[in-house]
């Protein structure tokens, strides 16, 4: 059967409907993606020959505040991916109380075989398609799989460009130089980092002896990897698209760093004494103390959830681990720190970002670090906190804590008309 991302999402929410003792009638909208846009729009090749690329920007909810999502440019995209990331994004905002609802974009791409000025083309084309969408008010885009802070600077432009004025607040993420915040580069991973700190405290596992695998080595899990090991838990495997290598004594994570940021996402030729090279799935099942799959959605599922040998995982992607592995995982008493919450950093310094801008402010890099650290301390004792009480999975008691926020932002407006 082929997986998919929102059949997820929704018996996800549901199950936390029924934890609340809610009615079908408190959350039966929240089932569904407020607005679906999807576009086709050609881009001039290098070569001179025209392409049609295949986009999305779907809001998922504006109850709590304009939608907020990042854009991934992938070959996997489509419409119930978008829609997926979309409805996490409104969960991760409420469940961390920041005024946002939930979006995400995505453009059907492999920017593998693109050249710089391909990409900046599609992005340039595929924002003024969605323009009519996107705005500091409306939905607000990020960076998210193969888009950074380049790409936010090419959207920012374009989007300047309409209106005719700067409009540094329609993108977060940005080049600090047009108004992007100091801390925004690593906070996914510093919030990743934080979680796996609170969730080891709260555990009773030292994090100085703690051993750690990371799937992927991106934006989320290359920062993850780097401050985890800062912090002095021993980091003994990591994996890009490639592949992974692992030592069991440790792995010196600033020189894999290096090498990746030269030579792409080619782990696998990396060479160093006693590393031995291993395959994905290999580093999701290695005895460690904390497993952090984030790469992509789906990489923890029925097939190997048997096998996962790490005492907790921490969700450093969206989506990694599927409902029924959740299950499994949940029998085996393997603690979860879920994606809403664990990478929820990105999104939080996102809106201090957005926050400096539409007010002309500039914050240091110690205030952005120090708010984001008494933020995710909070969410992560709350979900916590509610999950002994009630006896539930974290992931159950982050979607009860947010869900909770969303039916009530819903009831305190009312339906419209
Ligand atoms: P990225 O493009 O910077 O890095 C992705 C990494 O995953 C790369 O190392 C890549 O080689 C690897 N990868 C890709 N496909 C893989 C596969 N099939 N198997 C193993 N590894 C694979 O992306 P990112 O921004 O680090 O995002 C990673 C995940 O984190 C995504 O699920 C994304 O939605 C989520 N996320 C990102 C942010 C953010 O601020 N960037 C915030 C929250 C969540």
Redesign the pocket.
């Known amino acids: 059967m082929q997986y998919n991302p929102y059949d997820n999402v929704i018996k996800t929410i549901t199950n936390a409907a029924q934890v609340l003792g809610l009615d079908e009638n408190d959350y039966i909208a929240i089932l569904y993606p407020e607005r679906e846009l999807k576009v086709s729009f050609p881009v001039k090749m290098d070569d001179g020959t025209l392409r049609v690329f295949e986009g999305y920007r779907i809001q998922h909810s504006s109850l709590r505040g304009p939608c907020k999502g ?1 854009v ?1 440019f992938h070959q996997d995209v489509n419409s119930d991916e978008v829609k997926a ?1 979309a409805a996490w994004m409104s969960f991760k905002c409420a469940v961390v109380g920041i005024p946002y609802g939930g979006g995400k974009g995505g453009v059907k791409v492999d920017t593998t075989k693109l050249s710089k000025d391909e990409i900046e083309r599609i992005t340039r084309r595929y924002t003024s398609m969605i323009l009519p969408f996107i705005g500091p008010e409306k939905d607000i885009p ?5 888009t ?1 802070a380049e790409v936010m600077g090419w959207m920012m432009d374009t989007y300047s460009m309409m209106q005719g004025y700067a409009v540094p607040g329609v993108v977060t ?1 940005k080049p600090i130089e047009i108004g992007g915040s100091l801390g925004r580069g690593e ?2 991973g510093r919030g990743v980092m934080i979680s796996t700190r609170e969730i080891l405290k709260k555990l009773n596992i030292p994090f100085s002896k703690a051993t750690v695998a990371i ?8 920062v993850s990897a780097k401050l985890i090991s800062e912090q002095g838990a021993v980091v003994v495997a990591v ?4 592949g992974g290598i692992y030592n069991p004594e440790g792995l010196d994570v600033s020189d894999i760093r290096k090498y990746l940021s030269v030579r792409g ?1 080619l782990l696998k030729d990396y060479t160093a004494p006693d590393i031995k090279q291993i395959t ?1 799935e290999e580093l999701l099942r290695l005895p460690v103390d904390v497993l952090i799959p ?4 789906n ?1 923890l599922n029925a097939g190997n959830a048997g096998y996962i040998q790490a005492k907790v995982i921490v969700e ?5 681990t599927t409902v029924e592995a959740d299950d499994i995982l949940k029998s085996r008493g393997i603690t979860l720190v879920p ?1 809403i919450l664990a ?1 929820a950093g ?2 939080v310094v996102s809106y201090f970002e957005w926050t400096q801008n539409i007010q002309a402010l500039f914050w240091g890099e110690d205030e952005v670090n120090e708010r984001l650290n008494r933020i995710m301390v909070n969410a992560i004792d709350e979900v916590f906190s509610l999950h002994k009480e009630k006896d539930i999975t974290m992931r159950t008691s982050a979607y009860c804590l947010a869900l909770q926020k969303i039916v009530t932002a819903e009831k305190l407006r009312g339906i419209f008309p």
């Open positions: 990042g991934r990331l990020a960076p998210d799989v193969n950074n993420g906070a996914t799937q992927g080595m991106g934006n989320v899990g290359g994996s890009d698209v490639s996402n994905n984030a790469a992509m959605e990489q450093g992607a969206n989506g990694p994606d990478n990105g999104v």
